[in-house]
């Protein structure tokens, strides 16, 4: 993946030797970055080099690796460019903000400053260790791994842990430590989701007449899109409008659990119709495919050892009720929102609140600062309609590899 650094750092070697790569002094990631800008000290968080760097919680750095691939060099005094101090999130740096850093953020020097976390990695230690007692739910009485946590935004990120090793085909991982100190992390994802919905409703032809009457009431667009389908739904539950529309959403590759770049989105079931109710429609079923794919990232995880109960929805796509009614009843799952909505930043202040020595773990400060905002159960009425359009999804993919395959053939 281009996520990962490997194959950037082979890329400068090979194509900025004498302007980058011979001249850098350090390679950091953006979390660690900002932490060495922050402290002057050059660790590395444990978070940021197990996921994207080859790094082993257990073993450090594999020389024959970096040989392998053309960067042997990277080896030298003791891998100096690219970390030799590696901390657990939420370790304290040094003796915290620097007076020059502290100057240009307007805040003390000294106030500590914890190891880092990836963006998404913030956002699962945010919400996923939340106390969910009087909500109901089951996983109340099951160990922290029985939940997911999703954070969805512009991409979206499915983070599970496992007290052991779980190896789930198309998704990343499993990492020690790298999000909850002392569990090993899976990582699935989906490359478009908030994206993808932007791309359907701005491509359409009725969004000019989404904008004007979005507007004219004060609402967002995605606000309006969800009452309009209230009033268009009839009798029926509003899943039920894409009885003849179906999606398949990897406009750009699929991440998880297939893992093929070249796969490309499907939309099975269109009109000639032009209107808003059109629109309205085809925004439903592209957010019930991002639902559809969530499930069949589950899935995947579950016939590879983990044992799911529970989602834990963070990120700008949380804030669209549709979006997360659309994930119970497709997954079958309850979802579980945050009291506080940005969860990403919940995450990096319990990183802070581990530094700073006013908790003694990270798990205590999960419990302590994630609270339970909203429990949205699914329509198990539904279920059946579901079961079918999943099949139908399912359905979707191996078509396409089956054009594929014609079309490549002799």
């Known amino acids: 993946s281009v996520e990962m650094q490997a194959p950037k750092l082979l890329w400068l070697k090979e194509n900025l030797r004498e302007i980058c790569w011979d001249k850098a002094g350090h390679f950091f990631d953006l979390p660690d970055f900002l932490s060495w800008k922050a402290t002057g000290v050059t660790a590395r968080s444990l978070c940021s080099l197990v996921c994207k760097w080859t790094y082993s919680a257990e073993k450090g750095w594999d020389d024959s690796f970096w040989k392998m691939i053309g960067l042997e060099d990277l080896i030298d005094d003791n891998y100096s460019k690219i970390g030799n101090l590696v901390l657990l999130p939420g370790a304290a740096l040094g003796i915290g903000l620097t007076p020059e850093a502290a100057r240009e953020l307007g805040l003390p020097s000294g106030i500590a400053v914890a190891a880092s976390l990836i963006d998404a990695h913030a956002g699962g230690l945010g919400v996923i260790g939340a106390?969910?007692?009087?909500?109901?739910?089951?996983?109340?009485?099951?160990?922290?791994?029985?939940?997911?946590?999703?954070?969805?935004?512009?991409?979206?990120?499915?983070?599970?842990?496992?007290?052991?090793?779980?190896?789930?085909?198309?998704?990343?991982?499993?990492?020690?430590?790298?999000?909850?100190?002392?569990?090993?992390?899976?990582?699935?994802?989906?490359?478009?989701?908030?994206?993808?919905?932007?791309?359907?409703?701005?491509?359409?032809?009725?969004?000019?007449?989404?904008?004007?009457?979005?507007?004219?009431?004060c609402q967002s667009i995605y606000a309006y899109l969800n009452s309009h389908l209230d009033l268009i739904k009839k009798a029926q539950p509003v899943g039920f409008l894409t009885v003849d529309l179906h999606v398949w959403p990897d406009f750009h590759g699929n991440r998880s659990p297939l893992a093929d770049l070249t796969l490309k989105g499907m939309v099975t079931g269109l009109t000639l119709s032009q209107d808003l109710d059109d629109l309205a429609i085809l925004y439903l079923a592209t957010v019930q495919a991002i639902a559809f794919g969530t499930r069949f990232i589950i899935e995947t995880m579950e016939a590879a050892g983990h044992s799911l109960s529970t989602l834990f929805l963070c990120g700008g796509l949380s804030k669209n009720p549709l979006f997360v009614q659309m994930h119970a009843d497709i997954t079958g799952m309850p979802v579980v929102l945050s009291q506080e909505v940005e969860s990403v930043l919940v995450g990096a202040a319990i990183l802070g609140a581990c530094a700073s020595g006013d908790f003694t773990s990270v798990q205590e400060a999960m419990a302590r600062m994630s609270k339970v905002g909203k429990v949205v159960f699914p329509e198990h009425a539904d279920k059946k309609y579901y079961d079918k359009k999943y099949q139908v999804f399912l359905r979707m993919v191996e078509h396409q590899k089956e054009y594929s395959a014609i079309m490549n053939g002799s």
Request: hydrophobic share 35%; charged share 15%; proline share 8%.
């Open 131 to 217: 106390d969910v007692r009087g909500h109901g739910l089951t996983c109340e009485g099951q160990p922290v791994t029985s939940r997911l946590a999703v954070i969805c935004g512009t991409s979206s990120c499915h983070m599970g842990i496992s007290k052991d090793p779980v190896f789930v085909p198309g998704v990343w991982g499993p990492y020690y430590s790298a999000m909850v100190p002392g569990f090993w992390l899976n990582e699935g994802g989906q490359s478009v989701t908030g994206k993808l919905i932007d791309h359907m409703v701005q491509g359409h032809p009725a969004f000019p007449e989404l904008q004007a009457k979005a507007t004219a009431r």
